[in-house]
């Protein structure tokens, strides 16, 4: 974007970049949220067949209990089965009493009974102590390596599905084991998504088409300077999204995380101006990330080093580096909560310089999801950042909010909606003489895709995608705009 004081055989244009760094994590924080929900379905799968424990290896019913192991212990078994853990409590209890108790069944009952309230670290803990009173019963084997399962510890899960094995199951505990060692198979590999469509974006360049004379001369009818900036230019474009994600198990809980992303537009326009600094707007994000990642059953915690590269107006604009630590934790199925640090520096080459500036970012982002129904989430976060360049002008403190619901209709088109509205303010630190106050935007975005996974074309799923922005600022004559593009993509997860 461009200011322009034009006069009778003079002229003077200034450039001014808008912070297109907004968009970028905005479009990322998306399409990263995309992707997880993606590992979230996969994971209500992987639910469904961790049913109730030991479901395949016993059948019972209910009866009355007296306090005789010959009646305890089938009850407990019973209880057990058929998932009436209101029941358990007292049955262990009165068993433990008894002189003949095995101590290994009332450490696998308060196993079971620990993991139905979801107290994961207690249901591992019993279930080991349970094994290692008797490691040589198949029922317990088989119980710890689902607990391994469910919290994530795959390699001790794979090492217990093969002793129970070992220990000898019944034909349809074999098929069910089966499932998991496919199930863990599944989550050693690459997760993610994959996108290209077509569509067109009405103002590339984020113009206003602002005109307005500064120094007007009654006596001669003209203007001596006026104030121009570029009008909007719209084109059809070309674009494409990546993300990807594994998880590569150490020991335990613990993990090397690896997660690569990258986007962008390819414009079929370019700036006609002769004068103009950004020729061509097409434009290209990448992002890898590489560390740690703790995962269990509730919670995931990530510390990632990364880097990032930007592409536009034909050349690398900036690289960028940065740390970034995340915590997210589910309280229940129904809610889950999370928090991350992110610090980055921006460099810019050499060509980038003519467009922007080094600086660093630091920021704080809280999220918070609910899903009421199995097929609709809903979710929110609040976003705090700081930019910090070395002219307090440049500088700026901004903070945001964002909403959005996921909804997964009913029926055989498989329809599915995901809207995300984000409102964001941003202030300067200093008054910038030149251009005559301290700057302050206001922000709106809004994203919306549409898709049906019932209409897959050749395996990928079609899918409309809407991002409009206006930008508000007290400087609107120079930063503010409206921006709005459409685009339809054909999409593949994995």
Request: hydrophobic share 40%.
């Amino acid at each position: 974007m461009f200011h322009c004081f034009r006069a009778p055989g003079f002229a003077l244009a200034v450039a001014f970049v808008l912070p297109a760094a907004w968009a970028d994590d905005d479009d990322t924080r998306f399409l990263l949220e995309q992707t997880q929900r993606a590992l979230g379905q996969k994971a209500k799968a992987e639910a469904a067949l961790a049913a109730p424990p030991g479901s395949l290896l016993y059948e019972g019913k209910v009866y009355e209990v007296g306090n005789t192991p010959q009646e305890l212990e089938p009850a407990i078994y019973v209880a057990i089965n058929t998932g009436q853990w209101t029941h358990l409590p007292d049955f262990v209890s009165r068993y433990r009493l008894l002189r003949e108790h095995r101590p290994a069944l009332v450490a696998m009952a308060e196993s079971l009974l620990a993991r139905f309230r979801g107290d994961y670290p207690t249901a591992v803990q019993r279930m080991q102590d349970a094994s290692a009173l008797e490691p040589d019963d198949a029922r317990i084997r088989l119980e710890l390596a689902r607990l391994w399962f469910e919290d994530n510890q795959d390699k001790r899960a794979r090492a217990g599905f093969a002793r129970a094995l070992e220990a000898g199951l019944p034909p349809d505990t074999h098929m069910m084991v089966q499932q998991y060692h496919q199930a863990l198979d599944i989550r050693a590999g690459w997760h993610g998504t994959a996108a290209a469509g077509w569509g067109y974006n009405d103002n590339i360049n984020q113009g206003n088409g602002y005109r307005r004379c500064i120094s007007y001369i009654p006596i001669w009818n003209i203007c001596e300077f006026e104030r121009v900036m570029p009008e909007a230019i719209g084109s059809q474009m070309v674009n494409y999204e990546l993300s990807a994600q594994r998880r590569f198990n150490l020991w335990g809980n613990h993990n090397l995380q690896l997660r690569p992303l990258s986007y962008g537009n390819y414009y079929s326009r370019t700036n006609p101006s002769d004068t103009a600094i950004v020729k061509d707007y097409s434009t290209n994000l990448a992002i890898l990330q590489a560390g740690y990642q703790y995962l269990n059953a509730r919670d995931n915690i990530t510390l990632t080093p990364y880097l990032e590269r930007y592409y536009r107006n034909r050349h690398s604009e900036y690289l960028a580096h940065g740390l970034q630590l995340e915590w997210s934790r589910s309280l229940s199925q129904k809610w889950q909560v999370g928090t991350s640090l992110d610090a980055k520096r921006y460099e810019y080459t050499s060509k980038g310089q003519l467009t922007g500036a080094d600086y660093k970012q630091y920021q704080w982002s809280l999220t918070a999801s609910f899903s009421p129904q199995p097929a609709t989430a809903l979710y929110s976060g609040l976003d705090l950042t700081r930019k910090k360049y070395e002219v307090a002008q440049a500088s700026s403190k901004d903070w945001a909010v964002r909403a959005g619901v996921h909804h997964q209709f009913a029926g055989e088109a498989g329809l599915f909606m995901n809207v995300l509205a984000i409102y964001r303010e941003s202030r300067s630190d200093a008054f910038d003489g030149f251009l005559g106050a301290r700057r302050h935007d206001k922000q709106e975005i809004y994203i919306a895709s549409l898709g049906a996974s019932g209409w897959k074309i050749a395996g990928l799923v079609p899918e409309l995608r809407v991002r409009h922005s206006i930008n508000r600022s007290n400087l609107d004559w120079a930063f503010g705009f409206r921006q709005t593009e459409a685009s339809v993509m054909l999409r593949h997860n994995f």
